[in-house]
């Protein structure tokens, strides 16, 4: 059984052919981050054009990688949100267009059970798909989302808790800014704290203390901010100064980020007796996040599981492997299926 994950949500434009909803053919992914970076963020219409300009090209390439031709298409999976509007209906659109004309049937995708399906994917060759195990406490971080889920037996997914404020991925890009590292952040600041001291900035770990399982980064930001401030590194004639020391603020707020998602993501085990945690989104690429997380749970006695860092970020085969996973379960969508920028989580299948 072939599916179509087709995933157009923000700036990554992607194709992908996957098999038994598991087993990926062909992932093939065109990210715009260059195009969008000198403008320091995602410029939404830009990324609409984008996307309408890429997607038969790379729909084609992802046919060929697989080896496959579009009658062999079995099911048409589409991001359908959460996401920019105007990226989403292109690839909404080409789905309901493609389902259409092949005479298949067609299902809208939650964009974050996406990424949290990226943890049961398996490339071409022969190893095995890694089997999902409940119950499960998911852990989405991402450039729009840093969100705690409970993941029920058969793939049911409750919510737990997330940010009051900006996203983790949001944080990053945001500071990565503000030091003047371009967009995306997170990458660029992964690699800088490798060689900094995560303890020579005291940074606020915020909400750690009380027992909810939500987030808040924006105050984190405005603590880096002012710290620039206070130190007059925000002066371009002190440029050189603050360069010497990126590596040691890149890794301080790093630390201060992680620490708060380790010690949720663990109690949100813990609250629901979770064996097993699944890390999901683009920040699930973070080297620091994904040894801490690995660090604490191996101590608490749980699994750790996080995607390879390409299926981390955006891309179709994450779409398709939830997609079929809903179709499995009886979902079918209609050709009035529309994008929604919000869409209700639990009735994701
Ligand atoms: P959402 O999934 O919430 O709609 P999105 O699709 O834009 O948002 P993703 O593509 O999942 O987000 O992830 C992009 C984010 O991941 C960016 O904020 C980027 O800075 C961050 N990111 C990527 N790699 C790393 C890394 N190594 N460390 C930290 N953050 C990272
Ligand atoms: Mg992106
Ligand atoms: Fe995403």
């Not at 923000?10 to 715009?32: K, Y």
């Not at 195009?35 to 984008?50: D, F, I, K, T």
Request: charged share 25%; hydrophobic share 45%; glycine share 12%.
């Amino acid at each position: 059984h072939l599916t179509l994950g087709i995933e157009t949500s923000c700036d990554e434009t992607s194709f992908a052919v996957v098999a038994g909803g598991r087993r990926i053919l062909a992932n093939v992914i065109l990210s715009q981050t260059g195009e969008h970076g000198r403008y320091g963020g995602v410029v939404p219409e830009l990324a609409s054009r984008r996307h309408v300009t890429n997607a038969v090209p790379l729909l084609q390439e992802a046919l060929a990688r697989s080896g496959i031709t579009l009658a062999e298409v079995d099911l048409v999976a589409v991001t359908r949100g959460p996401g920019l509007v105007g990226a989403l209906l292109v690839g909404v659109s080409l789905a309901k267009a493609l389902a259409w004309a092949l005479d298949k049937p067609l299902v809208g995708v939650h964009h974050l059970a996406g990424h949290i399906y990226a943890n049961f994917l398996a490339g071409p060759g022969d190893e095995p798909a890694p089997e999902p195990r409940y119950p499960a406490v998911a852990l989405v971080v991402s450039g729009g989302h840093t969100d705690l889920f409970h993941l029920q037996e058969g793939g049911g997914l409750a919510w737990l808790g997330g940010t009051r404020d900006d996203a983790a991925g949001e944080a990053f890009d945001k500071v990565a800014r503000e030091l003047g590292l371009g967009y995306p952040g997170g990458p660029v600041i992964d690699r800088l704290a490798e060689r900094g001291d995560p303890q020579a900035f005291p940074f606020p770990r915020a909400m750690l203390d009380d027992d909810s399982l939500d987030f808040s980064f924006s105050g984190l930001k405005t603590a880096v901010l002012y710290e620039l401030e206070r130190r007059g590194w925000r002066d371009p004639q002190r440029r050189g100064e603050l360069e010497a020391r990126l590596p040691d603020l890149a890794a301080s707020f790093q630390q201060a980020v992680v620490d708060v998602l380790v010690a949720k993501t663990l109690r949100a085990a813990r609250q629901v007796g979770a064996r097993q945690i699944y890390l999901a989104g683009g920040v699930a690429a973070n080297r620091r996040l994904r040894r801490d997380l690995e660090a604490a749970a191996r101590e608490a006695g749980l699994n750790l599981a996080c995607p390879p860092p390409v299926l981390c970020t955006d891309n179709g085969a994450m779409i398709a492997a939830a997609g079929y996973a809903a179709w499995r379960r009886g979902r079918r969508d209609g050709l009035e299926l529309d994008v929604d920028p919000d869409p209700p989580l639990d009735e994701w299948f």
